[in-house]
């Protein structure tokens, strides 16, 4: 089975039809224990207190806001090289779930800030490309409003998607890029020495795995939402031509 049967609207609707209830069941399962076990069942970190516990949120969905704008990248160089318009539309789709998994990180970084740096807000070098990279968000769902002809959208944003994916990789690597700036290294690594304890670490990756398959059934949610609307707005084109 080749992967571009998916770019079939009919065969990616069945296929969604049939993965949708396992996906909204394991993000349920996931995020319920992963944000119970952190919130409720984890201690105070030694330095941090209790907000240390952010992590649970601000994490995953920064991740995911870096995450989406990928997808969006691969399903907007599939769109540019091959045309095929589910891929379109699964960018199209996804670009919300990013801008809402973007904002959450950002006021959750903000809460956690506050405490810690003495601060809401600093122009660090992450921070400062997680706005824009939130900037671009919105001008990619402007662009798509405004653009008449889905084709020609579909164009458009893609080419936008190519230059934005520039601030989204300065916000998964700005602390690596530069040594200055308040923000602190990564969370997970696979230098025991950089991760955080055990005890945090390991309901954090189920929360990561949760806000994974979030994102998955938002994706696939809006992206069968996008082909309805396309089909309705080809039949109504062809009534008023009849």
Known sequence: MSIWEYANPKKFMQTSAWALPWAVGLTVILLVTGLVWGFFFTPDDYKQGSTVKIIYLHVPSAMMAINAWVMMLVTSLIWIIRRHHVSALAAKAAAPVGLTFTLIALVTGALWGQPMWGTWWAWDPRLTSFLILT????GY???WAAVEDP???ADLTSILCLVGSVFALLS?????????GLHQGASLSLDKEENVSDVFWLPLLVCIAGFVLLFVTMVLLRTRTEIRARRLKALLARERVA
């Open 172 to 180: 998964r690597y700005a602390v690596n890029f530069w040594n200055q």
């Open 151 to 153: 084709d020609t959208a």
């Open 141 to 143: 769902m402007a662009l």
């Open 135 to 138: 900037l671009f968000y919105c």
